[in-house]
């Protein structure tokens, strides 16, 4: 009953080819690159659970993201942590804020890069959750609106290309689109952080900005990473008020909520190849276990082929090097 030996699959894996008929392609047009700006910084520091990743001061931060669009990548995303926090988290929306400054550093000194900016309160509350909080030590979802209409709108003043709400405060993107549009700053894009998990995976990125929260969890704003379904209801809600583009993280042990979301929408779609996924590959070179950059392109290759029309990864500087 077989094809075979007239029908060989293998004709099509061999030489130039395999690279011919070749389905999913990474370039370094498809890579955001995370960069720690520390306010607290005099020269880059090494992030000790994510090797070869730093946090910058912002003349340093100036300098790396000219690095990486010299190599092809064509956005970052900067993430804050900053001199001092309170319960308010006020340093997230200063005028000099640390974010805000590199911001205006980089679109002033780099040319062609694009700008993201995660617009959040976790790394600059005292008490590391994303919102502020109400008498009972909850976020409080409504409370923390007004908050990130403030932040988003000091972002887009500091020349953010696109702002990224990461928090899960439900109604977050209708209320930053309408604070941007309200204060002239229409043009900014809103890429939601639609469907992002309560993960285990983060452990690294919260050692990099000082963002672990001092009591409790955020099992109670963020998702549950046992459901997929409700994952259609969230992206669908941050279309509805505006979204511009939409985000699933983690990437990799979530590429069938990846591709549940891409087939539902037609907004572009993000995947966050997050600390913990870097952090396990390079443990794992270390060990001389597996090749790093050959894992690390074989996981971006995965997460395009999911769905993702860009991934924001630690491995941007490596794979854009390569590609």
């Known amino acids: 009953m077989s094809e075979f030996p007239t ?3 293998r004709r099509l894996r061999r030489g130039g080819v395999r690279d011919l ?28 659970s994510m090797p070869d990743v730093y946090r910058y001061p912002v003349d340093g931060t100036v300098v790396r993201a000219g690095e990486l669009r010299d190599l092809g990548v064509p956005a970052v995303i900067l993430f804050g942590v900053p001199e001092e926090k309170n319960e308010q988290g006020t340093r997230a929306w200063a005028d000099d804020g640390v974010v805000q400054r590199a911001t205006r550093r980089v679109k002033d000194s780099v040319d062609d890069l694009l700008v993201i900016t995660d617009l959040c309160m976790c790394e600059y509350t005292d008490h590391g959750h994303c919102g502020v ?3 009972e030590g909850n976020v409080d979802n409504d409370a923390t609106l007004a908050y990130l209409r403030n932040i988003a709108v000091s972002q887009a003043e500091a020349g953010a290309d696109i702002v990224a709400p990461s928090g899960m405060m439900d109604g ?10 309200s204060h002239g700053y229409d043009g900014v894009g809103i890429l939601s952080y639609s469907v992002k998990y309560a993960s285990g995976f983060y452990g690294p990125f919260r050692d990099a900005a000082d963002s672990a929260p001092s009591f409790g969890h955020r099992r109670g704003y963020q998702m ?4 997929a379904r409700i994952a259609s209801e969230e992206a669908r809600l941050d279309v509805q008020e505006g979204a511009d583009a939409l985000m699933v993280k983690p990437a ?3 590429l069938d909520v990846l591709r549940r979301v891409r087939e539902q929408n037609d907004l572009p779609v993000f995947a ?11 443990a794992a070179d270390e060990k001389g276990w597996l090749d790093a950059e050959e894992t690390a392109l074989e996981s971006l290759t995965c997460i395009k082929r999911a769905g993702a029309d860009a991934v924001i990864t630690y491995f941007a500087d490596d794979l854009a090097r390569r590609l």
């Open 7 to 9: 029908r060989r699959m």
């Open 21 to 48: 008929v070749e389905e999913t392609t990474v370039t370094s047009d498809d890579l955001v690159a995370p960069l720690f700006v520390d306010a607290t910084a005099d020269e880059p520091r090494e992030i000790h």
């Open 133 to 135: 909080l109400d008498d």
């Open 172 to 181: 977050a993107v209708g209320a930053i689109r309408e604070s941007l549009d």
């Open 224 to 227: 549950n990473p046992a459901n």
């Open 252 to 254: 990799l042990p979530y």
């Open 272 to 282: 966050y190849n997050v600390s913990g996924e870097y952090a396990m590959i390079r």
